[in-house]
């Protein structure tokens, strides 16, 4: 049986990328009828310091962006993280299943921490374990993510594959990245090495779910492109990376693949390109984005979406906590 989880940081105003690699296929994998699981990742959230009330501010923002984008609560289960203590427990047994050398290897863990690893907290390190436990405490078969989480689900393979090794079970199944579409990395318009970030420090590198429209059209014609014309061919964009970029998410904000954007832009100059972008991110993002302050008025009923999605998530996750407890020899005696 198929079930999906996957989650979003509520770490700052949701981009362009996780719309794109993350939220809009949400959507469609509802919309094809398999059981879907989405969590705001607060407990994620905090590995790197995060203002209280921004915090709550951002989760409520996020939620509102996933009801907005077209998650409908009563379809996928949509609730945040920290309201199921199950998460943290179970990321503390993974955090005795998972060893130190798979932790060490992780990408995002050395992009994120660079040379300042002694300065980071101990959660931003054992994230991973943290986001195994958020898919295995479901027992989800498919995780839709963008491209810089494949080694995170990778590495919840190797967990679950360790676990069940271990305790001579078959309790854990083993989940496969989804990683489709034409926008599955969207890097930043300031620099087409990076992918766009939330926590970029910099606004003008990502298009934010809440831009206006005049900031949207701003960005894309600041975009970072070099001077050439779009090419004829696909294979053209070879080595021009900025230029990649901004067709894939035109492809993905369109649903067209990237070879029918060059059929339509080829030979054309980034004056056109880029203002063609702008309007067709503006026509995509600027009615999630009015529906989105819609669902801002009212917080107390996005906390009372979350608190029911938080039940019913809580339903699923406690059996499957309760048998992992019982399968490592824990007594289970009130
Ligand atoms: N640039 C991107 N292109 C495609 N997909 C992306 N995702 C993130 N950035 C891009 C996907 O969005 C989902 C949620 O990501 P996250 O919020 O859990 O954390 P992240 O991957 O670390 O994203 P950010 O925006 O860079 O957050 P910060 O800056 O807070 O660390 C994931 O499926 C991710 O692949």
């Known amino acids: 049986q198929k079930r999906i989880f996957s989650g979003i940081q509520p770490s700052g105003n949701l981009t362009l990328g996780n719309y794109l690699g993350a939220l809009k296929r949400f959507v469609q994998k509802q919309d094809e009828g398999i059981e879907t699981i989405y969590c705001l990742v607060d407990l994620h959230a ?6 209280p009330e921004a915090l709550r501010r951002q989760t409520r923002e996020a939620a509102a962006a996933f ?12 609730f945040n993280q920290s309201q199921i203590s199950a998460h943290a427990e179970m990321g503390w047994l993974l955090n005795c299943v998972a060893r130190m050398g798979w932790m060490n290897r992780m990408t995002q863990w050395k992009d994120k921490a660079g040379k300042n690893a002694e300065k980071q907290s101990l959660g ?3 994230y991973p374990t943290l986001m195994a436990a958020d898919i295995l405490l479901y027992h989800a078969t498919m995780v ?23 305790y001579k079970t078959e309790f854990f ?12 990395r969207v890097m930043s318009l300031r620099d087409g090495s990076k992918k766009m970030s939330k926590s970029d420090p910099s606004d003008a590198s990502r298009i934010n779910m809440t831009d206006d429209a005049d900031t949207i059209a701003k960005k894309f014609r600041k975009a970072v492109t070099d001077p050439e014309p779009l090419p004829e061919t696909l294979e053209g964009l070879e080595g021009r990376a900025e230029a990649r970029n901004l067709v894939n998410v035109y492809a993905a904000l369109a649903d067209i693949s990237p070879e029918q954007v060059i059929a339509e832009f080829g030979g054309k100059g980034f004056g056109t390109f880029k203002p063609a972008l702008a309007d067709l991110a503006v026509s995509k993002l600027e009615p999630i984005s009015t ?6 008025a009212d917080p107390a009923e996005i906390d009372r979406i979350l608190g029911s999605g938080a039940e019913k998530a809580d339903a699923i996750a406690q059996p499957i906590l309760a048998k992992t ?4 020899g824990m007594i289970r005696s009130r």
């Open 46 to 51: 905090i590995t790197v310091w995060q203002d």
């Open 144 to 166: 839709p993510v963008g491209e810089d989480q494949k080694q995170h689900v990778e590495l919840t393979r190797d967990i679950a594959a360790k676990f069940n090794h271990d």
């Open 67 to 78: 009801i907005a984008a077209g998650i409908d609560p009563a379809r996928s289960i949509l």
């Open 291 to 296: 529906e989105m302050s819609r669902l801002m």
């Open 124 to 126: 931003l390190f054992a």
């Open 325 to 328: 407890l019982d399968i490592m």
């Open 173 to 184: 199944p083993s989940p496969a990245p989804l990683i489709e579409g034409a926008a599955t």
